[in-house]
């Protein structure tokens, strides 16, 4: 008995969304599932890329809300190091329309996105895996022939294969906040190896 979906990528952020997009341009059936309401919500990153990232999305520069060309280097004794300035090096983006536009990608494409849908378990027997996902507080069972775990680095998906987790994480905390920046084109960058060792 054939699968329900070729293939079942977890997580729609844009290492998912890229992946179904680029299965199902090939023909495949996918589904696409996304443990939150809408895609791209909450953030997860900052949205501080190279140039070429929009190349490799296959996305245009409507996202970009700000062009960088370097960095503000500032020192534990209060000194300042400016680096580049002289031609772009990175763009800010809309983070949150980056990973919706990706989805819509996938899903222009071809692939089923399906919202509110948290994974909850995987098992694999002959050649045929069992996706399990919640959603609306009814469980689902769907099989497919390959599943992508996209859901990040301490990733659901990877616990019932007994995949080893990373062996290293580094905790983060992101804010926006409104402040006077030196320079409109640059980012700033603080190092104090007291709080942020390493």
């Known amino acids: ?13 844009p290492a998912g969304s890229v992946a179904a997009r680029d299965i199902a341009r090939h023909g495949w059936r ?16 900052s949205g501080l890329v190279t140039p070429r990232t929009l190349k490799a999305a296959d996305l245009n520069e409507d996202l970009v809300v700000h062009r960088i060309t370097g960095a503000i280097v500032h020192s534990p004794l209060g000194r300042q190091v400016t680096i580049g300035g002289d031609r772009e090096r990175a763009f800010v983006l809309d983070r949150q329309r980056f990973d919706q536009a990706l989805a819509e990608q996938a899903q222009k494409a071809g692939a089923s996105l399906s919202l509110s849908s948290r994974f909850i378990g995987l098992e694999v027997s002959d050649d045929i895996a069992r996706v399990t996902y919640d959603r609306g507080g ?3 069972t769907v099989t497919a022939d390959l599943v992508v775990g996209a859901d990040g680095s301490l990733s659901a998906v990877s616990r ?14 992101g804010g926006e906040v409104t402040g006077h920046a030196l320079r409109d084109d640059l980012v700033e960058v603080f190092v104090d190896p007291e709080r942020i060792p390493g």
């Open 1 to 13: 008995m054939p699968a329900d979906h070729h293939v079942v990528v977890v997580g729609a952020g």
């Open 30 to 45: 996918v589904l696409l599932l996304e443990e939150h309401t809408v895609v791209g919500d909450p953030v997860h990153c």
């Open 138 to 140: 009814a469980s689902h």
């Open 160 to 173: 019932p294969l007994g995949l080893a987790k990373p062996a290293e994480a580094i905790a983060a905390i």
